[in-house]
């Protein structure tokens, strides 16, 4: 099946500091990328929705100058936080949509868990 | 707007014994609805779905009908192996857009 993976899948970083979190499709190339978080015991909640070549696309709520990313190409996807704070510590997952046409499954990373001091 | 409500864990079974996690949804429209597993260390995995009432979704063992009456798509499993401890993800997706709403997922933990 189809391989997203992400990078790093843990981090601890400084309060203030911005973290850049790394989603790629490894054997399949993604028009569509969507970012998550996941807070302990609660549902993965959509934070944005990101198209090749396009900007982002953000979730009400969601701040688009925190929460930088981009999508370069059809296989990564980036997500920056920035001026982490402790209450940005969350476990972020991302996903990726096959480009082939009437697919819509998405494949999910194995996420990345950010925790700022 | 939709939501997803699934019993929390965590789950706790013998290996061999019969597993069953409730799930029940709220949504406008004929949702098309999804269980997701994550196992340790990786990423989330469509288990089965189901798109029309009275559908039944079924994989790996696994089986979930679409009980539009009760709003409901229980998972189950008639015998559970110590391989199929994982947290499991209740999801609907309504209007076309294929973006799943969550549950907040339900820890299986099989003994053997």
């Known amino acids: 099946g189809a391989v997203v993976s992400q990078h790093p899948s843990r981090v601890i970083c400084k309060s203030g500091t911005s973290v850049k979190i790394e989603c790629r499709s490894l054997d399949f190339q993604a028009t569509t990328m969507f970012w998550y978080r996941q807070f302990p015991k609660q549902s993965l909640m959509l934070m944005a929705t990101s198209n090749e070549g396009s900007k982002a696309t953000y979730e009400q709520g969601v701040e688009k100058d925190k929460f930088l990313i981009n999508h370069a190409s059809l296989t990564l996807s980036t997500l920056t936080v920035t001026s982490a704070h402790p209450e940005d510590s969350s476990f972020y997952i991302c996903?990726?949509?096959?480009?082939?046409?009437?697919?819509?499954?998405?494949?999910f990373g194995p996420g990345t868990r950010l925790t700022v001091l | 707007g939709d939501s997803v409500t699934q019993m929390e864990g965590p789950v706790t079974l013998s290996e061999e014994a019969f597993l069953t996690i409730n799930c029940t949804y709220t949504?406008?429209?004929?949702?098309?609805l999804f269980w997701y597993v994550q196992y340790p260390g990786e990423g989330l995995q469509l288990l089965l779905k189901?798109?029309?009432?009275?559908d039944k979704g079924s994989n790996k063992g696994f089986e979930a009908t679409y009980r539009k009456e009760t709003t409901s798509f229980h998972l189950e499993k008639g015998s559970v192996q110590v391989s199929d401890s994982a947290v499991y993800f209740c999801?609907?997706?309504?209007?076309?857009?294929?973006?799943?709403?969550f549950g907040r997922g339900t820890s299986l933990i099989v003994h053997p």
């Open positions: 949504a406008t429209g004929y949702p098309s």
């Open positions: 999801a609907l997706a309504s209007g076309g857009s294929y973006i799943p709403t």
């Open positions: 996903s990726a949509r096959a480009l082939s046409a009437g697919n819509n499954e998405q494949f």
């Open positions: 189901a798109t029309k009432a009275d």
